[in-house]
């Protein structure tokens, strides 16, 4: 730092630590740490989902939470951001068809490949890379875990369930060979489920074993974060990675001095490590 900070004005103050204090409650309620992430971004998202529900004083706002778990979900819901889709950025899942899975393939050890979807959301990731195995390999034992911070969303990637808007960007060719109409959604197939097992689990804290993957994706999950949080982040996924797996990110994002992760770029937002 260059200068001294001005003093911050005591309303100033006082709505840091109305939003501190904020945070740090829903944090005991939830377990989900807000103050990981950007500051401005988060905190007017806040605001005027609170102002919206009918209260501006942040610290009414979290009794309100503590009492109200309906309350609690819609406000989840606001701050997690679970958007989602099946074959979400079509131009990374064309990548991923043609090079990377069959490279992934052909070099499995004992015919099997373990993938990691961090951020799973409510699975449409995870789904959409078990069809993408079975198209292209019957015989290749593929293992694919989600995992993703929202116990709500964990239970719905179980289910397998996806809706008309969920499934936009799917081929109907596709989606009606590996999903069954049901209703006004889209059912995952037996096959499908059986290769992906979701948990629940927090990204910022979790230690991955080491190695323990051939294919990492963390899309659209890291753009919230502070730099500091996210390159930590990166850092102890890319440890997940075997020698010669790849690392996918969402096409907003970056990875900070990936040569020092040992990665390199091959494709748009997609690393293999050396």
Same mark, same amino acid.
């Given at each position: 730092?260059?200068?001294?900070?001005?003093?911050?004005?005591?309303?100033?103050?006082?709505?840091?630590?109305?939003?501190?204090?904020?945070?740090?409650?829903?944090?005991?309620?939830?377990?989900?740490?807000?103050?990981?992430?950007?500051?401005?971004?988060?905190?007017?998202?806040? &605001?005027? +989902? @609170?102002?919206?529900?009918? !209260?501006?004083?942040?610290?009414?706002? %979290?009794?309100? *939470?503590? #009492?109200?778990?309906?309350?609690?979900?819609?406000?989840?819901?606001?701050?997690?951001?679970?958007?989602?889709?099946?074959?979400?950025?079509?131009?990374?899942?064309?990548?991923?068809?043609?090079?990377?899975?069959?490279?992934?393939?052909?070099?499995?050890?004992?015919?099997?490949?373990?993938?990691?979807?961090?951020?799973?959301?409510?699975?449409?990731?995870?789904?959409?890379?078990?069809?993408?195995?079975?198209?292209?390999?019957?015989?290749?034992?593929?293992?694919?875990?989600?995992?993703?911070?929202?116990?709500?969303?964990?239970?719905?990637?179980?289910?397998?369930?996806?809706?008309?808007?969920?499934?936009?960007?799917?081929?109907?060719?596709?989606?009606? &060979?590996? +999903? @069954?109409?049901?209703?006004? !959604?889209?059912?995952?197939?037996?096959? %499908?489920?059986? *290769?992906? #097992?979701?948990?629940?689990?927090?990204?910022?804290?979790?230690?991955?074993?080491?190695?323990?993957?051939?294919?990492?994706?963390?899309?659209?999950?890291?753009?919230?974060?502070?730099?500091?949080?996210?390159?930590?982040?990166?850092?102890?996924?890319?440890?997940?990675?075997?020698?010669?797996?790849?690392?996918?990110?969402?096409?907003?994002?970056?990875?900070?001095?990936?040569?020092?992760?040992?990665?390199?770029?091959?494709?748009?937002?997609?690393?293999?490590?050396?």
């Amino acid at each position: 730092m260059t200068a001294t900070a001005p003093r911050p004005s005591s309303a100033a103050a006082t709505a840091k630590d109305d939003y501190t204090s904020f945070c740090e409650g829903i944090r005991a309620l939830t377990s989900i740490d807000l103050l990981q992430y950007k500051r401005g971004q988060m905190e007017r998202r806040i &605001r005027s +989902f @609170a102002q919206r529900r009918g !209260e501006s004083d942040l610290t009414v706002y %979290l009794g309100l *939470l503590r #009492r109200d778990r309906g309350e609690l979900e819609e406000f989840l819901d606001r701050v997690t951001i679970n958007v989602s889709q099946l074959w979400r950025n079509p131009e990374q899942w064309t990548v991923l068809e043609r090079e990377i899975l069959p490279e992934l393939i052909a070099r499995s050890s004992a015919g099997r490949v373990r993938a990691w979807s961090a951020g799973c959301s409510y699975g449409a990731e995870a789904y959409t890379l078990a069809a993408l195995f079975r198209q292209l390999d019957q015989r290749t034992r593929a293992e694919i875990v989600g995992t993703d911070i929202d116990r709500r969303m964990v239970e719905r990637a179980k289910l397998g369930r996806f809706s008309d808007e969920d499934a936009r960007s799917a081929s109907r060719t596709v989606l009606e &060979r590996w +999903f @069954a109409r049901d209703g006004d !959604e889209w059912q995952a197939s037996r096959e %499908l489920r059986a *290769l992906t #097992r979701f948990e629940v689990g927090d990204l910022l804290r979790v230690q991955p074993r080491r190695e323990a993957y051939d294919l990492v994706l963390c899309r659209n999950t890291v753009i919230y974060f502070t730099e500091d949080v996210r390159d930590a982040l990166h850092e102890r996924l890319v440890t997940s990675i075997r020698p010669g797996g790849y690392f996918v990110i969402g096409s907003t994002e970056r990875v900070s001095r990936p040569r020092e992760l040992g990665l390199v770029s091959t494709h748009p937002f997609t690393y293999r490590k050396s």
